[in-house]
Antibody
Framework: EVQLVESGGGLVQPGGSLRLSCAASGFTFSSYWMTWVRQAPGKGLEWVANIKQDGSEKYYVDSVKGRFTISRDNAKNSLYLQMNSLRAEDTAVYYC????????WGQGTLVTVSS | QSALTQPASVSGSPGQSITISCTGTSSDVGGYNYVSWYQQHPGKAPKLMIYDVSKRPSGVSNRFSGSKSGNTASLTISGLQAEDEADYYCCSYAGSSTRVFGGGTKLTVL
């Protein structure tokens, strides 16, 4: 059974940093692109970033370029999102998803940016 | 990277059919046959309902169907049921390995 479990969310002050993790199981993690998607409270889904199987290609939505970094550790079956210079508008539930049409999603982890 | 355009809300009675539109540009919806649709119930993760414009994952009811014409994709739900009440999001490949979602549509089953 495919499972994706996010962790690392929490309350952080504006300008602060946070690192999200996504633990994958039930499939060959190193064979798939992976994606982060976020959803602000009461708002819609927003694609944030994705990463190729070997980590050699990474893409970001314009609003997080230069602040967020996606990475992965295939030996640990884990996906990460390093978030720096956080802003109030980054407040959201962050989901990781397997990118083959995003059929599999985690349960999400809430990031709150507030003073 | 502008969001795709969806109606904010649609409604229908049980047994009826509804269609949700998703309008983009030639750089996303119109340029690729990679449109997917997601159903999201409150407090839950999104669920894939349609991929590659019109393909259904195993386990998804055949009451759900997808199509595309030009820069607009559509999700049709036939034989509406109470459990179909949810938010629905379209998503398109937008080139350079990026994706873009629609703003979401709230479906109310009357």
């Amino acid at each position: 059974e495919v499972q994706l479990v996010e962790s690392g969310g929490g309350l952080v002050q504006p300008g602060g940093s946070l690192r999200l993790s996504c633990a994958a199981s039930g499939f060959t993690f190193s064979s798939y692109w992976m994606t982060w998607v976020r959803q602000a409270p009461g708002k819609g889904l927003e694609w944030v970033a994705n990463i190729k199987q070997d980590g050699s290609e990474k893409y970001y939505v314009d609003s997080v370029k230069g602040r967020f970094t996606i990475s992965r550790d295939n030996a640990k079956n884990s996906l990460y999102l390093q978030m720096n210079s956080l802003r109030a508008e980054d407040t959201a539930v962050y989901y990781c998803a397997r990118e083959d049409d995003m059929k599999y999603w985690g349960q999400g982890t809430l990031v709150t940016v507030s003073s | 990277q502008s969001a795709l355009t969806q109606p904010a809300s649609v409604s229908g009675s049980p047994g009826q059919s509804i269609t949700i539109s998703c309008t983009g540009t030639s750089s996303d919806v119109g340029g690729y046959n990679y449109v997917s649709w997601y159903q999201q119930h409150p407090g839950k993760a999104p669920k894939l309902m349609i991929y590659d414009v019109s393909k259904r994952p195993s386990g998804v009811s055949n009451r759900f169907s997808g199509s595309k014409s030009g820069n607009t994709a559509s999700l049709t739900i036939s034989g509406l049921q109470a459990e179909d009440e949810a938010d629905y999001y379209c998503c398109s490949y937008a080139g350079s390995s990026t994706r873009v979602f629609g703003g979401g549509t709230k479906l109310t089953v009357l």
